[in-house]
């Protein structure tokens, strides 16, 4: 019912920048959090960031003073900007939204989705 498009991945030199979005649509009656995950080869999934309803922020250590997590509670959206890119960053990136969907009878129930991931490569 909650359907996630993300976008903004791509090949990026050491030091460049990158910005991910990641739009949710559906019968979303209201959103908590938004978040960015990744997961490189060989590897488990890890967060990157987190952004409350209420804009609080969480983020991971190896991503502080580099990375930004934003979002716009108009456009069900949100985003990633990605600055001083390391080769370390390599790694399919994942937006995870939770929150509440509502039928046509107003009936509520909670949700959580996945975005399908974009590949962020960082290399020369």
């Known amino acids: 019912q909650v359907h996630l498009v993300e976008s903004g991945g791509g090949l990026v030199q050491p030091g460049g920048s990158l910005r991910l979005s990641c739009a949710a649509s559906?019968?979303?009656?209201?959103?908590?959090?938004m978040g960015w995950y990744r997961q490189a080869p060989g590897t488990q999934r890890e967060l990157v960031a987190l952004?409350?309803?209420?804009?609080?922020?969480n983020y991971a250590d190896s991503v502080k003073g580099r990375f930004t997590i934003s979002r716009d509670n108009a456009r069900n959206t949100v985003y990633l900007q990605m600055n001083s890119l390391k080769p370390e960053d390599t790694a399919v990136y994942y937006c995870n939204v939770r929150g509440t969907v509502a039928d046509l009878f107003g009936n509520r129930r909670d949700f959580g989705s996945w975005g399908q991931g974009t590949q962020v490569t960082v290399s020369s």
């Open positions: 559906g019968s979303i009656f209201s959103i908590n959090t």
């Open positions: 952004i409350t309803s209420d804009k609080s922020t």
